[in-house]
């Protein structure tokens, strides 16, 4: 079992992963891992394939070629490997995606109860903490529509902590937000970054990256360009497209 | 044109209030019966000119129709034949059985009403029902002579109204069980009518045998419908092409096609010896007739769901069957309720194409007949306009049900 990886070895390991749409070829060899507890920021121009990388670690995407090994268990065609990995991987999207049919409670006790077969009780439990640790407690009852969107996102990272991962997976978390509910998910997100959490992060939040990534990943054209720790890599990128891109997002 | 400050010009600037934002929306003033007559039926000359016109019509139609009904008609053909419109030849010592069904639908009927919030008795639907019993008491009083059928029609609404007091007062608690009851209820009714030394379905007729196919298509082409449709989405190229030709093949096809085909020419398909009666026959047809629309109908909806939803339940990691259960059909579903109760509206309707195949004892056939009797040659519209009127009936009060669903499961959730 994977009592034996644990503690040591990366918790996410990819090796010269390519991944294909058709004839365009978003991932053009990517080779990276991360450490357990490590917080990894990946930036980059859209279509650089950020996306489609952490996509591919807990298999909403497929990989054409090469290998991802997430807490020593190998990502292949094999159904198994692909459940035991996405029950340790909670992933929280650009657009919430929470369940509009279900209430809060609903939507964060849905996977527990499941997936873990938890009981009824434990998993309420459960989500009454999240929701205070999140910072809105006493909404479980609401449905997602009620709630702004900063509270929106916050529940779905409540929801995606539920099935207690080991790595969570960050999808430009706070790119549809209005700008004033843009701190309260971040401040959900920094938290957890000091936590024991992996955790692996795509945003343009540069404040966010600076204070807790211990490696920044700079992905363009579907490889990783540059990577670095943030104070390094914001203040004197090496490469000309590392300078060009933080030209832009700068201003 | 000419068009005083119409309310459509005044709701385009209702998102941006002029005067300062703290101030309360104007409250509506009451319009007098003339104000409200001027602004609504005579606001412009061709307004006017319009009012006037569909009023005439409606009075002249309305006055004709009335003059039909109580004066120049001759309903003797439906007196005689009321039996026959309802049951065909189901026999009559045989006839508890339909009386039990009835009384089984009556009471779920009612316990379904009770759960549901109760609606305030407004003036006008005092009135509304009011003249709804009282016309229908009315028609009974003078077209059923039997007393003991009165006195069970009777029975049947009070176990209704004792239903709907009985769910209004257990609530909630009732909601599980009685979807439960409802699935089981629909084969009871049909087991109860055949079943223990019952009717043979080929007696099975009148307007019984139009519920019965419409029931037996609504309940069975509905889970056939929906697995065509996950068919139709799946990734394994069999299943897929199966359910795409199905579908296809099938809605391409007139049902009055079908139902012929599969009376007459089924047969060939199945296994030697056996044999089935035609009714159940023309039933399989309005199945896989029906299954073709459900599938697509579900399609739409499935559409509808956004990728995300799926991607939030694979990195949450649900399984298929989970996934679909608990997060996708429930909201494809909710937003076919309009389209799948239109369908199942017009496949009520479709039954009378029963006749087509002119081995049926269904209500328009039984219609068609009663008017070759001597006794009532020349009476096609008495005997043909109740049967229109028993279709609109159930039809009308099933496109106002799904009014209600409708209404009741968008409520806060989106």
């Known amino acids: ?251 | 044109m000419k068009r005083p400050a119409s309310e459509e010009g005044y709701e385009l600037t209702l998102g941006e209030p002029e005067g300062p934002a703290a101030q309360v929306a104007p409250e509506a003033v009451p319009a007098t019966p003339g104000e409200w007559v001027r602004k609504n039926l005579f606001s412009s000359f061709w307004s006017g000119m319009l009012t006037v016109v569909t009023a005439l019509l409606a009075a002249w139609i309305l006055a004709k129709a009335i003059g039909f009904v109580f004066v120049d008609a001759d309903w003797s053909v439906l007196k005689a034949n009321l039996r026959v419109y309802m049951v065909g030849r189901f026999p009559l010592e045989e006839m508890w059985r339909v009386w039990t069904d009835v009384y089984v639908i009556a009471l779920l009927a009612g316990l379904s009403r009770g759960v549901q919030p109760a609606m305030p008795w407004t003036l006008r639907r005092v009135v509304r029902w009011a003249l709804i019993l009282g016309v229908a008491v009315a028609v009974l009083l003078y077209l059923v002579e039997s007393s003991r059928v009165l006195i069970m029609l009777a029975a049947a609404v009070a176990l209704m109204v004792a239903g709907a007091a009985i769910g209004r007062r257990l609530g909630r608690v009732l909601r599980k069980p009685l979807i439960f009851a409802w699935i089981l209820a629909f084969p009871f009714v049909v087991i109860l009518l055949r079943g223990f030394g019952g009717v043979k379905p080929e007696n099975w007729g009148g307007f019984l045998l139009n519920v019965i196919v419409a029931v037996v298509a609504i309940f069975v082409s509905f889970p056939i419908g929906l697995l065509l449709a996950l068919g139709r989405r799946s990734t394994l190229p069999v299943v897929r092409t199966f359910s795409v030709g199905f579908i296809e093949f099938i809605r391409g096809v007139p049902l009055v096609t079908l139902l012929i085909f599969g009376v007459f020419a089924f047969e060939l398909l199945l296994p030697p010896g056996l044999r089935l009666p035609n009714i159940v026959l023309a039933m399989i047809m309005f199945v896989v007739f029906s299954s073709a629309y459900v599938a697509e109908i579900v399609r739409g909806g499935l559409q509808g769901v956004p990728e995300g939803q799926y991607e939030a339940s694979r990195a949450l990691g649900l399984r298929y069957p989970r996934m679909m259960r608990s997060i996708v059909l429930p909201q494809a579903l909710r937003n076919t309720i309009p389209s799948m109760i239109s369908h199942f509206i017009s496949l009520f309707k479709d039954t009378s194409l029963l006749v087509g195949v002119g081995l049926f004892s269904d209500l328009l056939s039984n219609a068609g007949r009663a008017t070759r009797d001597l006794a009532f040659v020349g009476l096609e519209a008495e005997a043909l306009l109740p049967a229109a009127f028993m279709f609109w009936a159930v039809a009308y009060a099933m496109a106002r049900w799904s009014q209600r669903v409708e209404k009741r499961v968008g409520v806060g959730e989106r």
């Open chain 1, 1 to 251: 079992m994977t009592m034996a990886q644990e503690g040591n070895g990366p918790m996410i390991l990819a090796e010269d992963v390519e991944k294909w749409f058709g004839k365009f070829q978003a991932l053009k060899g990517v080779t990276t891992s991360v450490r357990r507890g490590e917080v990894v920021v990946i930036v980059g121009p859209s279509g650089s394939g950020k996306s489609t990388f952490i996509r591919t670690i807990n298999r909403l995407e497929r990989h054409d070629k090469g290998r991802i090994v997430v807490d020593g268990i190998e990502l292949t065609d094999d159904l198994r490997n692909i459940e035991r990995v996405r029950s340790e991987i909670g992933m929280v999207f650009q657009s919430f995606n929470l369940f509009p049919h279900l209430t809060v409670g609903d939507n964060i006790t849905l996977a527990p109860r499941n997936v873990r077969h938890w009981p009824k009780g434990k998993a309420q439990e459960k989500a009454d903490q999240l929701l205070q640790r999140v910072g809105i407690p006493e909404q479980a009852d609401k449905y997602p529509a009620q709630l702004s969107g900063g509270q929106q996102q916050r529940v779905a990272i409540a929801r995606a902590l539920a099935m207690e991962p080991k790595i969570m997976l960050f999808d430009e978390p706070t790119s549809a937000l209005d700008p004033e509910m843009i701190k309260e998910v971040l401040e959900v997100m920094l938290e957890l970054a000091r936590s024991d959490m992996t955790l692996v992060v795509i945003t343009h939040e540069i404040g966010f990256a600076k204070e807790v990534a211990d490696r920044v990943l700079f992905f363009d054209e579907g490889t990783i360009v540059e990577e670095g720790p943030p104070a390094e890599f914001f203040s004197n990128p090496k490469h000309e497209r590392s300078k060009r891109f933080l030209d832009q997002i700068l201003v």
